[in-house]
């Protein structure tokens, strides 16, 4: 078992890259890397940061920028974001629940009462799906 270095790790992704953009098949990229598709996928995983990989592309002429980080304003802006988003959806949680809620009851007392069946079930889908 081999252990690979970690430049050894970002040459090989970046030479992953490139053999998939070019259209290669995952089995023929491991089998030109010399690794086991598992590996791949593993070291894909890893927390290695990609602009070292793009940094010793750009030694071979390629020009590539690295990726910038977001700025604090914008992080903050995401987050407002994504704060409003969770409220939007603990709402319709709740409301979903209630019905629930509702729609057992209605159930509960449908059964209890068998002669009420047919106006609850009517009440329940409305007065366009009576027959």
């Keep these: 078992m081999k252990k690979h270095s970690r430049e050894e790790i970002l040459s090989k992704l970046a030479r992953a890259d490139e053999l998939a953009r070019t259209g290669n098949s995952q089995v023929d990229v491991c089998k030109a890397l010399g690794v086991s598709v598992m590996t791949l ?13 793009n940094v010793s592309q750009d030694n071979a002429g390629e020009g590539v920028v690295p990726a910038r980080p977001l700025a604090m304003d914008q992080m903050r802006h995401v987050l407002e974001e994504l704060k409003l988003e969770n409220q939007r959806l603990r709402k319709i949680v709740t409301d979903l629940l209630l019905e629930k809620m509702r729609l057992e009851e209605a159930a509960v007392t449908a059964s209890s ?19």
């Excluded at 009462?113 to 027959?131: H, K, M, Y």
């Design 41 to 53: 996928h593993r070291w894909r995983k890893l927390p290695l940061p990609r602009q070292e990989a």
């Design 113 to 131: 009462r068998p002669s009420e069946t047919q106006g609850v079930i009517q009440a329940l889908l409305g007065p366009a799906n009576s027959r």
